[in-house]
Structure formats: C-alpha cells, structure tokens
C-alpha cells in the first residue's frame, strides 16, 4: 500500500503497517525508510492463480510488505500472511480469507473500507451498503474472540489530499494466529439483493454456500473445489 496502511482494505499488526507505512511529516516512514526505498524492498508475491469461465482462485504472500526484525521499530514479528481471493463471476461475489499468524501475541486488525458511507445490519450479521447505481453486502464471518465494528473513523486521507472521515469496517482479535473469512457481493443497481453466503467449517477446510453451489476452500494446501 501507499500512504497509511490503516487506510486500505488490508492488516494492521500492533497498530502499524506495511513497510511504506507513512508518519505525520511526510518525510520518512516508520521503519526508517523513505518511500522509495520501501517500494524495492518490499517483496510481497502472487503464489498461486487459478482462472476459469466461472471462478478466479488467486493466492497472496503479503507477509513481506510487512517489515521484519531488520527494521527500525519494528513490533510486528509478522511470522505469514497469506490472502485468499474467490471470485466468482456470475453470483457477483468475492470471498476473502485471510491465513494470519505472529510470532508472539499481537493485536491484528483488518479492515474494510465500502464506497457508500451508509450501512444497515442485516438479520444474518452482515452489512448492507447501498450508492447511486450499485448496492453491495460485505459479510465478515463470526467468531470466537473476534470482534466486528462498524463505525466512522478519523483522519483517513483521502484521494483530495485532505483529511477526512469515513465509514469503515475493522475486524479486531488478540492472538497468534487468525484464519478470517469474509464475503463480499453486488448488484449493479442501488436497489439490488446482493448474493447472500453462507459458512461452516468441517477438519480444516471451509465451504461456503450461495446460489444452491457449495465451494470449498483448503487453505493448507491452497485448493478450491466448485
């Protein structure tokens, strides 16, 4: 990411980000390099694609955008942070798992920034979010020792240069170790039903359920089954 990693739709560890992650004067970054430095240090990777006429399957290793015991402050002791994209094409919907784990107990936080700055609670836990041509629900999965909040928050900055609100989503857990599931489906309509999604789990492996399918996710072995 650029500027603050707080601000973009990804993990915070300890309340810091990735190595790019900014400080208030512009100058330098948090971990003692400027940006441009950052940016040919940084090596985070694609490990896995899988594209077919109904469903895009891709793996990231977003663990070295994050800086390492080599930095100056660090406190992240960030040990993997894979990121799983779903995409399936035509129920309009995106699953996201994140495969995190610290070397010591931490506080992670992930993030989720929607376009419409105004959400309603549905019934089954997730948000729905609604703009001018388009609606969207975005459906953080539940569990144990992770908390949801769905607020605004201050001081984002914003693509005018300004600092501004705006609303955000933050999954919260104190832990070592964090697998998050989260769903995220549109209309192209303001008055739309996105898809709804459904998850249980069962030795390992996640399956997820919409439109009468079941898609599988192992993300111990990076495998998809639709």
């Not at 896995?48 to 402050?73: F, G, H, L, Q």
């Not at 949801?148 to 999954?171: C, H, R």
Request: hydrophobic letters at 30%; one cysteine or more; a negative charge.
């Amino acid at each position: 990411t650029t500027g603050y990693t707080s601000n973009h739709n990804t993990l915070t560890v300890n309340g810091k980000g990735q190595i790019n992650e900014k400080t208030y004067n512009y100058a330098d970054t948090s971990y003692g390099l400027r940006g441009w430095q950052a940016a040919t240090i940084a090596k985070p990777s694609i490990i896995k694609t899988e594209i077919s006429d109904d469903m895009t399957y891709v793996v990231c290793d977003v663990t070295k955008a994050y800086p390492d015991e080599n930095y100056i402050n660090d406190d992240i002791h960030l040990e993997k942070y894979f990121r799983h994209y779903i995409y399936l094409k035509p129920e309009k919907t995106l699953l996201v798992f994140d495969d995190i784990k610290t070397e010591t107990e931490s506080e992670l936080e992930l993030r989720w920034f929607p376009y419409s700055q105004t959400a309603v609670q549905q019934s089954d836990g997730s948000y729905l979010y609604s703009g001018k041509n388009s609606s969207m629900r975005l459906e953080p999965f539940a569990q144990e020792n992770v908390t949801i909040e769905n607020s605004v928050i201050d001081k984002v900055y914003g693509k005018s240069g300004a600092f501004v609100d705006a609303l955000v989503m933050q999954l919260k857990k104190t832990g070592k170790e964090w697998m998050q599931a989260t769903a995220i489906s549109w209309e192209n309509s303001a008055n739309g039903e996105p898809m709804n999604t459904t998850l249980m789990k069962e030795n390992g492996v996640y399956y997820f359920s919409l439109n009468n399918e079941f898609i599988s996710l192992d993300p111990r072995n990076l495998r998809v089954e639709k």
